[in-house]
């Protein structure tokens, strides 16, 4: 059982791996959602997710959405989106000012679709 | 070497071109990365707690034979599923800390697997007895570098 005892700093070290995550590695402003209408200037309907391109502000935003499974199963297959036909997109944009958001929901026709 | 021009021959090859498909290409070969995951990480974690002294009822020659090969077909899994799931997404992922992170704990990983049969695989009968401070602290290692290839795996969706 002694022997076991100096496994505890190592596994402590790991344990700290999961904190960096809230270090600016990245990942999307929760407190920064973003809700505005946009008509996708690219449509990339593939996995590990659905992406599109949209200008937003004067600037070229990469919109990430979901798995193709997932587009499907909430609504949205292949087709749905279209270039050029503007949708309502809401999300959260990358904290470290990327212009990407990921988005939670989209509105296509009318039709609010959750992604998340 | 053009790193750049062999990613974009990856993305665009038929594997990746299958992964980014309709269907369910891409999530079946998440669930084989799962268990490739399961059968080297248990294996190594096993291994490696038998190694610092946990178990010593079960002869550990005994248990190094049953668990190597487990962790040798979970590697395999791993390369392949992991090969097809890269393809997939390659030029974002090289970009991706975490997954440049996965790429350095798995060498480093591998190299100190190799290192440790390299001089320990004939001391394994009397270790118990006069285990060597490096082996153990080998297998200490192990542990860590290994659960460090798995979260950063994970994290990488959230970085």
Known sequence: MRRLLFLLPLLAALLALPALAHHGWGSYDADKAMRFDAAPVEVRYRNPHAEIEVDHDGERWLVILAPTARMESRGLPDGGLKVGKAITIEGYPRSDGTRELRAERIVVDGKTIELR | ????????????????????????????????????????????????????????????????????????IGLLLQAGSGFALLAADAGPLFSNTAFRLKLALIAAALVNAVLFRWLWSNSLTDWDRAAPMAGRLQAALSMVLWLGVAAAGRLIAYT
């Open chain 2, 1 to 72: 070497m053009d790193v750049s021009g062999w990613i974009e021959a990856l993305e665009s090859s038929e594997l990746a071109e299958w992964m980014r498909g309709p269907g369910m290409a891409y999530a079946a070969v998440n669930l084989v990365h799962l268990l490739g995951l399961t059968l080297l990480l248990g294996s190594m974690l096993l291994l490696d707690l038998r190694l610092l002294g946990l178990g010593r009822r079960l002869s550990l020659p005994e248990v190094s034979r049953l668990l190597t090969p487990v962790a040798l």
